[in-house]
T-cell receptor, first 116, second 117 residues
Framework: DQQVKQNSPSLSVQEGRISILNCDYT??????FLWYKKYPAEGPTFLIS?????DKNEDGRFTVFLNKSAKHLSLHIVPSQPGDSAVYFC???????????????FGQGTILTVHP | DARVTQTPRHKVTEMGQEVTMRCQPI?????VFWYRQTMMQGLELLAY????????DSGMPKDRFSAEMPDATLATLKIQPSEPRDSAVYFC???????????????FGPGTRLTVL
């Protein structure tokens, strides 16, 4: 049962354009969402997060949007740069449950390639 | 520059052999997670510990996998006997959890790439 899904295995974008990565979830208990970036031969690193009390969070070129009614979130990268080429993982947690103890449920990942 | 370390980085073994992967969490972190990355499932949570006590290991095949934290600076993941389908990258992550909620993000190690022939 895949509670967090990233339906696009890969995305290819031209440098300078916008990259939009999508993520869907099924568990209504999830109230905290994160995006991680992973380069080859390295572990994932935290990129940006959003709480369910918000619908948008911005950090430089990265913006995450949350649509709770649709159980959907997206990561926008503007403008995209070749150094952004990596695997992007969406993750979710049920913080309000008080019992998650930091447990994250990850999606399958989307490979982003930004062409010069 | 605190970071999670994992050893070995690469392991090639034959089916039926025991494999032990080690992780040193960031000093001061009280929660340790073990993940497996596969193409189909992405990052699967295998097990996690808080203050060295196992909280959840439901993601692990119980008959062959075991996870322990002998002390606060070492977490181990063992596979015995190993099988070709265990071939994957295994990640350890650590975090600081206070009152049931993580106060910061999880920090991942570089992973152990396991190949079982």
């Amino acid at each position: 049962d895949q509670q967090v899904k990233q339906n696009s295995p890969s995305l290819s974008v031209q440098e300078g354009r916008i990259s939009i990565l999508n993520c869907d979830y099924t568990n209504s208990m999830f109230d905290y969402f994160l995006w991680y970036k992973k380069y080859p031969a390295e572990g994932p690193t935290f990129l940006i997060s959003i709480s369910s009390i918000k619908d948008k969070n911005e950090d430089g070129r990265f913006t995450v949007f949350l649509n709770k009614s649709a159980k959907h979130l997206s990561l926008h990268i503007v403008p995209s740069q070749p150094g952004d080429s990596a695997v992007y993982f969406c993750a979710a947690s049920a913080i309000s449950s008080g019992t998650s103890y930091g447990k994250l449920t990850f999606g399958q990942g989307t490979i982003l390639t930004v062409h010069p | 520059d605190a970071r999670v370390t994992q050893t070995p980085r690469h392991k090639v073994t034959e089916m039926g052999q025991e494999v032990t992967m080690r992780c040193q969490p960031i000093l001061g972190h009280n929660t340790v997670f073990w993940y497996r990355q596969t193409m189909m499932q992405g990052l699967e949570l295998l097990a996690y510990f808080r203050n060295r006590a196992p909280l959840d290991d439901s993601g692990m095949p119980k008959d062959r996998f075991s996870a322990e934290m002998p002390d606060a600076t070492l977490a181990t993941l063992k596979i015995q006997p190993s099988e070709p389908r265990d071939s994957a990258v295994y990640f350890c992550a650590s975090g600081l959890v206070v009152g049931g909620s993580i106060t910061d993000t999880q920090y991942f190690g570089p992973g152990t790439r396991l190949t079982v022939l």
